[in-house]
């Protein structure tokens, strides 16, 4: 958690004085109705307000090795339920949330999305991104998004395989933790994958330390369109 940079900045909250961030702590720890629901995001689907879906992230939302993705996958899905939906993929692999910024006008803005996946934080650990620039990042990106009338929903990252070896080196829960808590501070909709990753980051799902086989693709794609419209 970030720490306060001048001491003595704080709000007043129904009479008690506290700081910023003291009070995202227990926004994260307890569901306080702020963000979208799935049942939202499924009216947003049902009445045809998103129709143009993009999916924004690194290798593991471009298909690192295979032959399609995630957004592949769960733009079939969707469409099958929900005439006229696209999701478009815009992943490219090994960016960090910086690097998702420098071409978010380019490659997601300019489709003119009604809804966007943003998905990083793999890269931002690995290559020893700061957990505030990360934040900093990552808040723009949902900014900008929102801005232009789009609906951000922000993923937290897959799970590294068990036994990796990147494991030593990072710590991947304080940069969920900051998705978790963007979420939050934003009422914006959040997918846990991080969450629902367990138990799948086994060789039976994964192809090296961090992207996912056919298999892998297809539960993700599963968990991800469970957090848009629900079972």
Not at 160 to 169: E, V
Not at 205 to 226: Q, S, V, W
Request: net charge neutral.
């Amino acid at each position: 958690m970030r720490k306060m940079s001048r001491p003595g900045r704080f709000w007043n909250l129904v009479g008690i004085r506290c700081s910023p961030a003291l009070l995202l702590l227990p926004l994260l720890l307890l569901s306080v109705g702020c963000s979208k629901t799935d049942g939202e995001l499924r009216a947003g689907f049902e009445s045809g307000r998103y129709r143009t879906v993009v999916a924004f992230g690194d290798s593991i939302v471009s298909g690192h090795q295979q032959p399609e993705s995630w957004p592949e996958i769960l733009g079939r899905d969707i469409a099958s339920m929900y005439d006229g939906v696209r999701v478009l993929n815009a992943g490219v692999s090994g960016n960090t949330a910086g690097d998702g910024l420098r071409r978010l006008q380019r490659d997601v803005l300019d489709h003119q999305p009604d809804l966007v996946l943003i998905a990083f934080g793999l890269n931002d650990m690995k290559n020893g991104v700061s957990l505030i620039r990360f934040e900093e990042d990552l808040s723009r990106i949902v900014r900008e998004v929102s801005g232009s009338g789009a609906q951000p929903v922000l993923l937290t990252t897959t799970r590294l395989q068990r036994g990796a070896s990147m494991l030593a080196r990072v710590n991947p829960a304080p940069y969920n933790d900051a998705i978790k808590m963007l979420a939050e501070a934003r009422g914006i909709p959040l997918i846990d994958v991080n969450d629902k990753f367990k138990g799948l980051n086994t060789p039976e799902y994964l192809i090296d330390a961090a992207h996912p086989n056919g298999e892998g693709y297809r539960a993700l794609a599963d968990i991800i369109r469970k957090g848009l419209i629900g079972e």
